[in-house]
């Protein structure tokens, strides 16, 4: 389940290694089957007749409303665990089948084109811009705010903003899915390193350097390589609108601040801070974690919302989380969340709503946490303090897109060839970085 899978999907967006190997571990949310007004078991409110959802067919006298929703990924025991909580809460008003999810986009788009679209999807809020520039997603914004905002108030803070569109929010969060790292506590006391939280690029540079002299091991795992650099080339910017132009494309490849990001990620391979040395550029999942319980190394990175299942696997007692080091000014999480969206043409919009309330309510947000996961909605309790910290950044996930965007050929290269061609070859890596953006300017034109 933590192998890494692509699912077939075209991965675009900062997160995308993560995003496809956290829907595998991915877990769910709850609402009630009122169709009144009136508020639910779980204190969410159905929308109003007189809002857009008001306009679904009805079912015949006595006849259950059928409906087909894409929720748990295969082999994603907790999704699939939230079915059973969707089929059980709403048994007596819909007939629902459960669709399994796999190339998302792909299914969505498949059946929104057949006339028959899935009545509700999961799929990341981060990335709903070919729905929205398409108008194939429903806008969500008349229900959230609904009743003072009611549903709206049930996220926590900032969590919606990933699926805000034109002002308008097209998906919601169920978790938040971004770069995190789990550090052996007890091996940083060993070296005399205290790591804060947040920490920035110099002083997590420096605990690296730390424990690698005073405890002779490579101190810092990551089978994600792409993830330093991408990260770095969102956080070196002094502000949005530096960030802003950069994702454009406006800034070459070759500007001070880019080589310096790539330069640093570099040293990290030459100098021997990654495990296991000799092959870190290809080190996997399972070995960072084989490397991370023998105490062979110090720091990992992980995905948030599977650091709980990691820790476990590991038996460390005594872990610290540590979020993502920045190398600029702003303390921001490169990341998206893992939710749901509902096409726009869906036959049945406001027993969708219904549904996608029932997911992001209380009652399914705690279940998810009972199985170790942080989540989007307010209000949950774990016993494990850890859990609210593998969700702790939430809040503070870049809202830019990533210069990879720009074009496919210049994401292969920057998630796939990247690092590697760089500590190799600088000079050739950057050459190719620049014809590429050039490239995709102009092909946008």
């Known amino acids: 389940m933590l192998a890494l899978k692509k699912k077939g999907i075209l991965l675009t967006s900062l997160m995308s290694m993560a995003l496809a190997v956290s829907a595998c571990g991915s877990n769910s949310n709850g609402n009630s089957a009122s169709g009144s007004p009136s508020a639910s078991a779980s204190g969410n409110v159905s929308p109003s007749a007189s809002s857009p959802a008001s306009s679904s067919a009805a079912a015949p006298a006595g006849a259950k409303q059928k409906l087909t929703l894409m929720i748990a990924w295969p082999g994603d025991s907790i999704g699939q665990s939230e079915e059973k909580l969707v089929a059980e809460h709403f048994k007596d008003k819909y007939d629902i089948t459960f669709k399994p999810v796999s190339d998302p986009e792909k299914t969505i788009k498949t059946t929104i084109a057949s006339g028959n679209p899935v009545d509700l999807a999961f799929y990341w809020p981060g990335q709903m811009d070919t729905f929205v520039n398409a108008d ?108 802003h132009e950069w994702s454009q494309g406006q800034i ?35 070995q960072v974690l084989s490397g991370f319980k023998s105490g062979k190394v110090a720091i990992v990175a992980w995905i948030n919302f599977l650091s709980d299942q990691a820790i476990k696997n590991s038996g460390l007692k005594n872990v610290q989380v540590v979020s993502w080091p920045h190398m600029g000014p702003r303390v921001k999480i490169p990341g998206d969340s893992n939710g749901y969206m509902i096409p726009a043409n869906a036959k049945h919009p406001e027993a969708s709503i219904e549904i996608l309330k029932y997911l992001t309510s209380l009652e399914v947000a705690q279940h998810r946490v009972d199985n170790g996961s942080p989540v989007s909605i307010k209000g949950v309790t774990a016993a494990d303090p850890n859990i609210s910290k593998f969700g702790r950044d939430a809040s503070k996930l870049y809202t830019e897109k990533e210069i990879l965007t720009l074009s496919p050929k210049l994401n292969e290269y920057l998630d796939q060839k990247m690092p590697a061609n760089y500590v190799f070859n600088p000079k050739s890596a950057l050459a190719e970085l620049e014809k590429l953006r050039l490239e995709a300017i102009k092909d946008k034109k």
């Open 136 to 243: 194939m997603a429903l806008d969500l914004t008349p229900y959230l705010e609904a009743n003072n905002g009611e549903w709206k108030n049930a996220f926590v803070d900032g969590a919606l903003t990933k699926g805000i569109y034109n002002d308008k929010v097209y998906a919601v969060p169920i978790t938040p899915v971004y770069y995190s790292m789990l550090a052996n506590k007890d091996l940083l006391d060993q070296a005399g390193v205290t790591l804060p939280d947040y920490p920035t690029w110099d002083e997590f540079k420096t605990a690296l350097t730390t424990i690698k002299e005073k405890l002779g091991i490579a101190p810092f795992g990551n089978s994600w390589a792409s993830w330093t650099h991408r990260s770095f080339l969102q956080s070196i910017w002094p502000d949005d609108a530096k960030e």
């Open 252 to 286: 070459p490849f070759t500007d001070p601040a880019v080589v310096k990001a790539f330069d640093e990620v570099k040293t990290l391979y030459d100098d021997g801070y990654m495990y296991p040395g000799k092959g870190a550029l290809t080190v996997t999942q399972d």
